[in-house]
């Protein structure tokens, strides 16, 4: 069974606007990682936050995790076009294997 | 440096029959995945490989079988296709030796079967 579950499962937003989404997970976790899929392609890794740390930031991109609430979010702030997109987060269990969830769906409005 | 590639990328099959899904690295990555992606349930793994020469069912092995052939392609062979195989498949490889265990992911194959 898949261990995070994102929320919303999806989002539009006007151009400039933030976006936020959550993931919460089941079990105890080494890392975790959120990735993109644009329309019709593979996956691409966006950042990865370890199971020691609270916040991470990365261009635009801010995550969090609580993992006493088992629960991450994933922050993008002054979204663009090109930032439409579905949104994974993956638990790492430390097992060579990753865990993914459904997805948000975000859509950027011009 | 082309990462992860796969072939083909759209196929179209009958019930019963069988094609093998190829895909390659060119990372020099150790562990390499298969994943199939269904409408609102995300990735699920089928099968992987830790390394070269070893491979392990993950949550949705039934009806498929792998083939780590090198350390470069990992095979998936589906031999009597069924509706319910219908999905996109993804392969994946990742180098678990590095402190960041990020996966790199090919750009799908899109599966009918009818």
């Known amino acids: 069974s898949q261990q995070g579950e994102e929320d919303p499962q999806a989002l539009s937003i006007q151009e400039g606007e933030n976006a936020t989404m959550n993931c919460s997970y089941k079990?105890?976790?080494?890392?975790l990682q959120w990735y993109r899929q644009n329309s019709g392609r593979g996956l691409v890794h966006l950042i990865l936050?370890?199971?020691?740390?609270r916040e991470k930031h990365s261009g635009r991109l801010r995550v969090t995790l609580d993992t006493s609430k088992k629960s991450s979010s994933l922050l993008i702030t002054a979204s663009r076009a090109a930032d439409t997109a579905s949104y994974f987060c993956?638990?790492?269990?430390?097992?060579?294997?990753?865990?993914f969830g459904a997805g948000t769906t975000v859509t950027v409005r011009a | 440096n082309a990462g992860v590639t796969q072939t083909p990328k759209f196929q179209v099959l009958k019930t019963g029959q069988s094609m093998t899904l190829q895909c390659a690295q060119d990372?020099?990555?150790?562990?390499m995945y298969w994943y199939r992606q269904d409408p609102g349930m995300g990735l699920r793994l089928i099968y992987y490989?830790?390394?070269?020469?070893?491979?392990d069912k993950g949550e949705v092995p039934n009806g498929y079988n792998v083939s780590r052939l090198n350390k470069r392609e990992f095979s998936l062979r589906l031999e009597s296709a069924a509706p319910s195989q219908t999905s996109v498949y993804f392969c994946?490889?990742?180098?678990?030796?590095?402190?960041?265990?990020?996966?790199?992911f090919g750009p799908g194959t899109r599966l009918t079967v009818t």
């Open positions: 936050i370890r199971s020691n740390e």
């Open positions: 490989s830790a390394s070269e020469g070893t491979t």
């Open positions: 993956a638990t790492d269990l430390n097992d060579y294997k990753l865990s």
């Open positions: 079990t105890s976790i080494n890392n």
């Open positions: 994946a490889s990742s180098d678990p030796s590095r402190v960041v265990t990020e996966q790199y």
């Open positions: 990372m020099n990555h150790n562990s």
